[in-house]
C-alpha cells in the first residue's frame, strides 16, 4: 500500500504510512525492497514513455494489472527516466546505509523517506556525497 500511495503522488499518505511502518517496527531493509523493486521495472517503462511510445501500450507491454495502472501511469507522468535515475541510486544508498556501509544523518528511516518523497515527485536536497562522488 505505502509502495501504491507513493506511486499515485500521495505525499502526506505515503509519509504517514512509512512513519507507521516505522513505529510498527517494521524492517526497512523489506522497504527498502519493495520501493527498489518497482522503481527497477517503472525505469525501462519511463524510458519507453521518454521515446515517445504510448503510456497505454507501455503498460500492456510491461503486463501492468489493471488495478495497478493509474499509479503506474500517475508515477509515469511525474516522473522521467532521469528521476528514476536518481532514485535508484537512493535507493542504492539506502542499501549501504543498511548494510552498514555508509552513515546516514538521521538513519535508514530518513532515507527511505527520502526515496518516498523522491517517488511522490518531490524535489530533495542532494547529499554532500552525492554531490562530490
Known sequence: ALVDAALAG???????????????GSE???????LAREVRSLYPM??????GVDRKS???RHRVWRSRASCISAALSRLNPKG????????AHSDQVLKGQRQAEGGI???LERAV????????????EAIND
Not at 500521495?10 to 509519509?15: L, N, R
Not at 519511463?46 to 521515446?51: D, R
Open 10 to 24: 500521495k505525499t502526506a499518505e505515503s509519509v504517514r504510512m512509512l512513519h507507521g511502518l516505522q513505529r510498527e
Open 28 to 34: 526497512a531493509i523489506l522497504v527498502n525492497w519493495a
Open 46 to 51: 519511463s524510458l519507453e514513455v521518454a521515446a
Open 58 to 60: 507501455v503498460l500492456q
Open 84 to 91: 528514476f535515475q536518481a532514485l535508484l541510486q537512493q535507493l
Open 109 to 111: 528511516w530518513a532515507e
Open 117 to 128: 518523497l523522491m517517488l511522490c515527485g518531490i524535489n530533495v536536497l542532494q547529499r554532500k
